[in-house]
């Protein structure tokens, strides 16, 4: 069974965290059901990005992203080339190694 591997982030994860996960689940429901919090203000949707995390490795097992999730992640703090929309991201068989960013883009949390 593959891993997510989170690397540390200072308030959701600041330890990081591994987690085995079946494929074809998202990296967003896979963290949410193992403790890691990651903001979904959409309700995984893909109208959002606040779910954005980067794959820092294994990023080349995830299906490609459609055209809609890449105009969402145009609108992403941080954007870069392995930027995913945690919501879209489904695993594969290959481990993932995920960032998730510092800051997200998000009017109406409440934890900020």
Not at 6 to 13: G, Q, S
Not at 21 to 50: F, M, Q, R, W, Y
Not at 62 to 88: I, N, V, Y
Request: hydrophobic share 35%; with cysteine.
């Amino acid at each position: 069974m593959p891993q997510i591997i989170f690397l540390p982030h200072e308030e959701l994860c600041p330890d990081g965290k591994v987690i085995e996960v079946e494929p074809g689940v998202s990296i967003c429901d896979a963290a949410l059901a193992n403790g890691v919090d990651i903001e979904h203000a959409c309700e995984k949707s893909c109208a959002c990005t606040t779910c954005h995390v980067i794959v820092r490795e294994g990023f080349d097992s995830l299906d490609e992203a459609d055209e809609l999730e890449e105009d969402m992640l145009d609108k992403a703090w941080g954007l870069e080339p392995e930027s995913r929309l945690s919501c879209q991201a489904l695993v594969d068989e290959e481990d993932l190694v995920v960032e998730i960013p510092k800051y997200t883009i998000n009017q109406v949390s409440e934890r900020h």
